[in-house]
Structure formats: structure tokens, C-alpha cells
């Protein structure tokens, strides 16, 4: 009985090309699309997670003046070296403290040259941010006091200057004085914000206070929390210390910021969780769209099925044989569909992710519920009213207008 | 090869009191109005209505299409009324074989399929499925036409695809509406001593309805309605 109703629901498909091919299609794309939109936004959600993982989610990061709102800060004084040191004194659970300055240069390797970023800091610097050394080595401590002329460098700034070559033990120069390179930085790739964090060559302090910038100023202290530790209050200390250090009275607002990089974190993963939700919601409404489609091919369709459904149970078929020939074709229609979108989906979703730089998560559950629900809407409405259909006496199930 | 009904000492077909009505109220329509006939084994029946109404309710409810509103339908001593829509299914496959007045046929199907499909249902094998639909065709002169579809079959042709379907499962009764009704009158003849070999050669029991004397002169039995009434029963003694 089930090698018959096969038999049939083939023969009814090849006889109804068109409809089949429309209920197919809507079951495609219903299910490529939601596929597609939660597996792109489930990568980006990833890749936001990995990257201020990558940044140290346990890191603090204290620079003075206010956020007045887009890009605007409030001028106030620089930190000191004095200041972090005194946070690495007085604040538990913090286990490294990395004052620095930084500014806009450019390099010179031979005759190559390129524009980066020179941040001047201790070894804490490393430590804070989660750096690896690809090769080479860190400063000692009889550098960074001398304010020696030596430099570690990030990947693309090695890239960029040396290509293939060995840039240990090379002197590059950086504005007014060349240094050599003692290490290189393992690749960290884009920040959450796009920009290059690789994209940078660190100096001792001391060297970039007297050759660079020609003063004392801190313009940024990296705090790490130990781990397990409440950022919240460390946060919160530092906060107190710096306010204390500053002289500023319990009615004045700070006039430093202390940002806090889990919450940064919490809030960027936030917010990619939204649009992923947003795009799994449009997503959604294709599948629906998909759905109604199925809906109005089978709807319409009826009148020819029932008179067909009359003629079959006219000939002697019974109720069930014909019922099962519908719910044959309706499964094998919204399987056939269901796989091709899958397939699709995935082929997109690669595509789509190699081209935004997204990772490419596999998610399951969306592939089987998306499956699941055009299946359903297939069946539902492939399988029901042929079964008012087959209820019916033959004769009227003919005489079906 | 005809299916042969197991007990032989009641009639094949008996209709006592047989009732038909449509809508209620004004619109109440009898299209029968008790109706009491009774068919052996056989017989070649044609059915003639000059009022235009209930000899095709009559087929249907023969043909086990069509529920009687009241009144008693007997298939070789069952009573149909008491038997369930599985069962009055399996006695269409088994023993009925029904041509229609609109044909009925699958379309955008060829001919071979549509004369196959009372064959599936009986669970027959690929193989013998098809010789047999093939020889159905042969047999209505449709031979060359078996991979066509109804679309591209003139109106006679449809309705031999319709007959050669009705006869592939070798009914025991066969029931045609007005199989010559979409034909010119050297078809008609060729269709009508189609029909009568099947009666006198496959011992096939045929109830035709007709509204023309010529056809009606093929069958060995004449039958009269009017009004929901059979007011005629006329033995032809074969005469043709």
C-alpha cells in the first residue's frame, strides 16, 4: 500500500510539475533565508564575543576627561606615572597596571615607510592586553629605566615594512631616532570596532616620554582584574583612589573615565543579540511568506483535487489510500524542498560569511525548526483538504466546483 | 475471468423502495421516488428516461457513488446501506465498473496511466499492470494512442479511454452513463457491440443509460423511468 501511494504521489507530481516546483520553491527559500540571516548573525555574535575576549574581557581602561557624548571628551590633566603606580600599590586583585602614551607616527624601514600608531608603555602593557610574543623578546628592566631605543611590533606593521624578511635585530626608524626591534606581536586581527589592532609599535615609556612626546603625561592606564574578580568594584576603587589623587570634591563630577571592558563587551554581544534576533525575526517572515505561498498553491488547486480525489475513490480507492498518496506527495514535495534549502543555506551562509569576515557557525536547531515548520505547512496544507476531500461521497467530490 | 459473485440464488442487484431526494423544503427535488428493480446476471440493461431526471441518480447509487436517502440497495444479498466506506470502496475495485457521462478522466495523464489506475488500487504488478492496461486499450481501438493525454484526444476518444478503464479490472457489472452521448452514430455502433461482446463473451453484467432507441435496441432489456419511477420493463429477447 505505501509502494502505491509512492507510485502515485510521483505520477501526481510529474503531472503537476508547476505546482510542485512553486511548493518546493517556497519551502526553499523560506528555509535558505531563515538559515542564511540566524547563521550570519550568530557569526558576527561570535566574532564580537571573540574579539573582546581577545581585548581581555577583565580589562580596565582609565584616561582622563569625560565622554561628552560622539567622539567630544572634556579636557582635564593627564594621569602620571605616579598615578598608576599608585593604583598597582593600593587596588587588590589587579594583576597588571600598564600606564602608556601613544601617538600617531611614521616608521621608516630602507625604503619602505608607513604610518602607525607608537604607544609608549612597561611590559604591563603585554600582560594587560593578552599579548603573545610570535618571536623575540619583551624589554628588561634596565631598558625601560635607561629609556632605551628598542621596540616590539605588531603583525601588520611588520607586513608592511619587512614582507618575508626577519625584522629582528632590525633598525627601523620611528620620527627623529631609530631603534632596533626586539619582538614581534602575535597577530590579534580587527577590534570590535574595525580597527587594526596589530597595527602598532611599542617603545619603553621612558623613551617615548623624552623623544617623542617630551613630556610626563599618561594617557591611558590598562588595568587587568584577576580573574574571578569583580571588575565592578576594582572599578570602583580605582574610581575612589584617582578622585582622591586628583583633589576633586564629592560635589564635582570625575573628570577621568574608567571603562570597563566587560561591560563593553556585554553591550556589543547585546547588541549583535538583537540583530540577530531582528534578522531571525524578518527571517522568519520570509518563512511565513514561503508558508502562505505553499498555502495559496494548494488551496487553489482544490477543485482539481478534489474532482481528482473523487474519480480516484470512484475507481475503488478507499479514504486511506488516497490519504496516504497526499501525504506521501506533501512529505516528499516539502523534504525535497526543506533539503534543497538546507543546502542552499549552507552554501550561502559560507559564501556570505567569507565575504563579511564573519565566522561560520552551524546552528542546528534553527536548520531543524525551519525544516520542520515548511514541512509542516506543506503537509498541513497539502494533507487537510484532501482529506475533507476524501470524506466526501464520490459523487460529490465529482461535482466539486 | 469475470469476477464471479460467490453465492449464486439471489439476484445480482436488487433496489427496493429506493429513495432519492435533493435540497429540503421548496427546493426538495425527488430525482427517485421509490424505486424497485431487480438485475441478474447477464443482463444487458439499457435505461431510458424521456423526463431527463433519475436515471443518472439511479447509475450513481448503482455504482455505489451515491448514498439513497432511503430504501434498500442489495449487491447479490448484501445490503450496500449496511456496509462501511472501506468496504463499499474494495466493492467498486472488485466488482464495478463505471463509465462516466464526463468521462472523468486524469488529465495531463496519458491514456495507459489513466487506464492503469483502477489496477494499482487492486495491487496488481508492474508488469502485468500495464499489458493489461495496453490490452484495454487494444481492445477500444486505442492502441496507438496509449501515451497521449486526454488534452490530446478528440471527445470519442476520451470517452474509449473512459470504457477502457471502466473494463481493465473485468468488472462483474458495468455501469456506463451515456457512453455514446459524445459520439457520431458509426462509433456509437462500434462502442455498443464493444459493450455486447462484453456482455456475451466476459459474461460482464452491463447497465447503459441511453436516451436513443437505436442504442437501446443493443441491450436485452429496456427499462422506462419517469419522474423517480421505472414505468416500463421491456424484455428485447436480445433483439439486435
Given at each position: 500500500?505505501?509502494?502505491?501511494?509512492?507510485?502515485?504521489?510521483?505520477?501526481?507530481?510529474?503531472?503537476?510539475?508547476?505546482?510542485?516546483?512553486?511548493?518546493?520553491?517556497?519551502?526553499?527559500?523560506?528555509?535558505?533565508?531563515?538559515?542564511?540571516?540566524?547563521?550570519?548573525?550568530?557569526?558576527?555574535?561570535?566574532?564580537?564575543?571573540?574579539?573582546?575576549?581577545?581585548?581581555?574581557?577583565?580589562?580596565?581602561?582609565?584616561?582622563?576627561?569625560?565622554?561628552?557624548?560622539?567622539?567630544?571628551?572634556?579636557?582635564?590633566?593627564?594621569?602620571?606615572?605616579?598615578?598608576?603606580?599608585?593604583?598597582?600599590?593600593?587596588?587588590?586583585?589587579?594583576?597588571?597596571?600598564?600606564?602608556?602614551?601613544?601617538?600617531?607616527?611614521?616608521?621608516?624601514?630602507?625604503?619602505?615607510?608607513?604610518?602607525?600608531?607608537?604607544?609608549?608603555?612597561?611590559?604591563?602593557?603585554?600582560?594587560?592586553?593578552?599579548?603573545?610574543?610570535?618571536?623575540?623578546?619583551?624589554?628588561?628592566?634596565?631598558?625601560?629605566?635607561?629609556?632605551?631605543?628598542?621596540?616590539?611590533?605588531?603583525?601588520?606593521?611588520?607586513?608592511?615594512?619587512?614582507?618575508?624578511?626577519?625584522?629582528?635585530?632590525?633598525?627601523?626608524?620611528?620620527?627623529?631616532?631609530?631603534?632596533?626591534?626586539?619582538?614581534?606581536?602575535?597577530?590579534?586581527?580587527?577590534?570590535?570596532?574595525?580597527?587594526?589592532?596589530?597595527?602598532?609599535?611599542?617603545?619603553?615609556?621612558?623613551?617615548?616620554?623624552?623623544?617623542?612626546?617630551?613630556?610626563?603625561?599618561?594617557?591611558?592606564?590598562?588595568?587587568?582584574?584577576?580573574?574571578?574578580?569583580?571588575?565592578?568594584?576594582?572599578?570602583?576603587?580605582?574610581?575612589?583612589?584617582?578622585?582622591?589623587?586628583?583633589?576633586?570634591?564629592?560635589?564635582?563630577?570625575?573628570?577621568?573615565?574608567?571603562?570597563?571592558?566587560?561591560?563593553?563587551?556585554?553591550?556589543?554581544?547585546g547588541i549583535t543579540k538583537?540583530?540577530?534576533?531582528?534578522?531571525?525575526?524578518?527571517?522568519?517572515?520570509?518563512?511565513?511568506?514561503?508558508?502562505?505561498?505553499?498555502?495559496?498553491?494548494?488551496?487553489?488547486?482544490?477543485?482539481?483535487?478534489?474532482?481528482?480525489?473523487?474519480?480516484?475513490?470512484?475507481?475503488?480507492?478507499?479514504e486511506r489510500e488516497v490519504?496516504?498518496?497526499?501525504?506521501?506527495?506533501?512529505?516528499?514535495?516539502?523534504?525535497?524542498?526543506?533539503?534543497?534549502?538546507?543546502?542552499?543555506?549552507?552554501?550561502?551562509?559560507?559564501?556570505?560569511?567569507?565575504?563579511?569576515?564573519?565566522?561560520?557557525?552551524?546552528?542546528?536547531?534553527?536548520?531543524?525548526?525551519?525544516?520542520?515548520?515548511?514541512?509542516?505547512?506543506?503537509?498541513?496544507?497539502?494533507?487537510?483538504?484532501?482529506?475533507?476531500?476524501?470524506?466526501?461521497?464520490?459523487?460529490?467530490?465529482?461535482?466539486?466546483? | 475471468?469475470?469476477?464471479?459473485?460467490?453465492?449464486?440464488?439471489?439476484?445480482?442487484?436488487?433496489?427496493?423502495?429506493?429513495?432519492?431526494?435533493?435540497?429540503?423544503?421548496?427546493?426538495?427535488?425527488?430525482?427517485?421516488?421509490?424505486?424497485?428493480?431487480?438485475?441478474?446476471?447477464?443482463?444487458?440493461?439499457?435505461?431510458?428516461?424521456?423526463?431527463?431526471?433519475?436515471?443518472?441518480?439511479?447509475?450513481?447509487?448503482?455504482?455505489?457513488?451515491?448514498?439513497?436517502?432511503?430504501?434498500?440497495?442489495?449487491?447479490?444479498?448484501?445490503?450496500?446501506?449496511?456496509?462501511?466506506?472501506?468496504?463499499?470502496?474494495?466493492?467498486?475495485?472488485?466488482?464495478?465498473?463505471?463509465?462516466?457521462?464526463?468521462?472523468?478522466?486524469?488529465?495531463?495523464?496519458?491514456?495507459?496511466?489513466?487506464?492503469?489506475?483502477?489496477?494499482?488500487?487492486?495491487?496488481?504488478?508492474?508488469?502485468?499492470?500495464?499489458?493489461?492496461?495496453?490490452?484495454?486499450?487494444?481492445?477500444?481501438?486505442?492502441?496507438?494512442?496509449?501515451?497521449?493525454?486526454?488534452?490530446?484526444?478528440?471527445?470519442?476518444?476520451?470517452?474509449?479511454?473512459?470504457?477502457?478503464?471502466?473494463?481493465?479490472?473485468?468488472?462483474?457489472?458495468?455501469?456506463?452513463?451515456?457512453?455514446?452521448?459524445?459520439?457520431?452514430?458509426?462509433?456509437?455502433?462500434?462502442?455498443?457491440?464493444?459493450?455486447?461482446?462484453?456482455n456475451s463473451e466476459l459474461?460482464?453484467?452491463?447497465?447503459?443509460?441511453?436516451?436513443?432507441?437505436?442504442?437501446?435496441?443493443?441491450?436485452?432489456?429496456?427499462?422506462?423511468?419517469?419522474?423517480?419511477?421505472?414505468?416500463?420493463?421491456?424484455?428485447?429477447?436480445?433483439?439486435?
Amino acid at each position: 500500500m505505501l509502494w502505491n501511494a509512492v507510485l502515485l504521489a510521483m505520477r501526481e507530481i510529474r503531472r503537476n510539475l508547476m505546482r510542485s516546483f512553486l511548493t518546493v520553491l517556497g519551502i526553499v527559500i523560506g528555509v535558505a533565508a531563515v538559515i542564511i540571516m540566524v547563521t550570519i548573525g550568530g557569526g558576527a555574535t561570535l566574532q564580537v564575543t571573540e574579539q573582546v575576549a581577545s581585548l581581555g574581557s577583565n580589562l580596565l581602561l582609565v584616561s582622563p576627561g569625560q565622554r561628552m557624548g560622539m567622539g567630544q571628551r572634556s579636557s582635564a590633566s593627564a594621569f602620571r606615572l605616579a598615578d598608576a603606580e599608585a593604583i598597582a600599590r593600593e587596588i587588590n586583585n589587579i594583576n597588571a597596571v600598564a600606564p602608556s602614551s601613544s601617538q600617531g607616527a611614521t616608521v621608516v624601514y630602507g625604503n619602505e615607510n608607513w604610518s602607525t600608531s607608537i604607544m609608549g608603555s612597561t611590559n604591563q602593557f603585554f600582560v594587560a592586553g593578552n599579548w603573545i610574543f610570535e618571536s623575540g623578546r619583551a624589554f628588561t628592566q634596565s631598558e625601560l629605566r635607561a629609556g632605551k631605543a628598542i621596540c616590539v611590533i605588531g603583525e601588520s606593521v611588520r607586513k608592511e615594512l619587512f614582507g618575508s624578511q626577519n625584522p629582528l635585530g632590525q633598525k627601523i626608524r620611528l620620527e627623529k631616532f631609530s631603534c632596533e626591534i626586539i619582538g614581534l606581536l602575535n597577530a590579534k586581527g580587527q577590534s570590535t570596532m574595525g580597527t587594526d589592532q596589530d597595527d602598532l609599535v611599542v617603545i619603553p615609556l621612558r623613551t617615548f616620554q623624552r623623544r617623542l612626546s617630551g613630556n610626563q603625561d599618561i594617557k591611558l592606564i590598562q588595568i587587568s582584574v584577576n580573574d574571578g574578580q569583580s571588575t565592578q568594584k576594582v572599578k570602583q576603587a580605582i574610581g575612589e583612589l584617582l578622585r582622591e589623587r586628583r583633589h576633586i570634591a564629592t560635589n564635582e563630577e570625575d573628570d577621568f573615565t574608567v571603562m570597563d571592558m566587560k561591560e563593553i563587551s556585554n553591550m556589543l554581544s547585546g547588541i549583535t543579540k538583537v540583530l540577530t534576533t531582528l534578522l531571525g525575526a524578518v527571517a522568519a517572515v520570509s518563512l511565513l511568506v514561503g508558508g502562505i505561498g505553499i498555502m495559496n498553491i494548494m488551496l487553489v488547486s482544490v477543485t482539481e483535487r478534489t474532482r481528482e480525489i473523487g474519480i480516484r475513490l470512484a475507481i475503488g480507492a478507499m479514504e486511506r489510500e488516497v490519504l496516504l498518496q497526499f501525504l506521501v506527495e506533501a512529505v516528499m514535495l516539502s523534504s525535497l524542498g526543506g533539503i534543497i534549502g538546507i543546502i542552499l543555506a549552507l552554501i550561502g551562509s559560507v559564501t556570505l560569511a567569507n565575504l563579511m569576515g564573519v565566522p561560520f557557525v552551524f546552528n542546528l536547531i534553527i536548520v531543524a525548526i525551519s525544516f520542520l515548520f515548511s514541512a509542516a505547512v506543506g503537509v498541513i496544507f497539502g494533507y487537510f483538504p484532501a482529506r475533507k476531500a476524501a470524506q466526501l461521497d464520490p459523487i460529490e467530490a465529482l461535482r466539486h466546483e | 475471468m469475470s469476477n464471479a459473485i460467490v453465492s449464486h440464488q439471489s439476484p445480482l442487484i436488487e433496489l427496493r423502495e429506493v429513495y432519492k431526494v435533493y435540497g429540503t423544503g421548496q427546493a426538495k427535488m425527488q430525482a427517485l421516488a421509490g424505486v424497485n428493480l431487480t438485475i441478474n446476471r447477464g443482463d444487458f440493461i439499457a435505461v431510458m428516461d424521456s423526463s431527463g431526471s433519475g436515471k443518472s441518480t439511479c447509475m450513481n447509487v448503482l455504482g455505489c457513488l451515491d448514498t439513497p436517502t432511503s430504501g434498500q440497495y442489495l449487491f447479490d444479498g448484501i445490503d450496500v446501506g449496511t456496509l462501511s466506506r472501506d468496504q463499499l470502496a474494495l466493492l467498486r475495485r472488485n466488482y464495478l465498473g463505471f463509465i462516466f457521462q464526463g468521462f472523468n478522466l486524469l488529465n495531463r495523464t496519458s491514456a495507459l496511466e489513466n487506464v492503469e489506475l483502477p489496477l494499482i488500487y487492486r495491487g496488481l504488478p508492474a508488469g502485468e499492470r500495464s499489458e493489461r492496461a495496453l490490452n484495454a486499450l487494444n481492445v477500444v481501438g486505442l492502441s496507438g494512442w496509449a501515451h497521449h493525454t486526454p488534452g490530446e484526444l478528440s471527445g470519442g476518444q476520451q470517452q474509449r479511454v473512459a470504457i477502457a478503464r471502466a473494463i481493465v479490472t473485468q468488472p462483474a457489472v458495468l455501469l456506463a452513463d451515456e457512453p455514446t452521448g459524445n459520439l457520431d452514430s458509426s462509433r456509437s455502433r462500434e462502442i455498443m457491440e464493444l459493450l455486447s461482446s462484453f456482455n456475451s463473451e466476459l459474461d460482464i453484467t452491463v447497465v447503459m443509460v441511453t436516451h436513443e432507441p437505436d442504442m437501446a435496441a443493443f441491450a436485452k432489456r429496456q427499462i422506462h423511468f419517469l419522474d423517480g419511477q421505472v414505468v416500463r420493463d421491456d424484455d428485447n429477447g436480445g433483439a439486435h
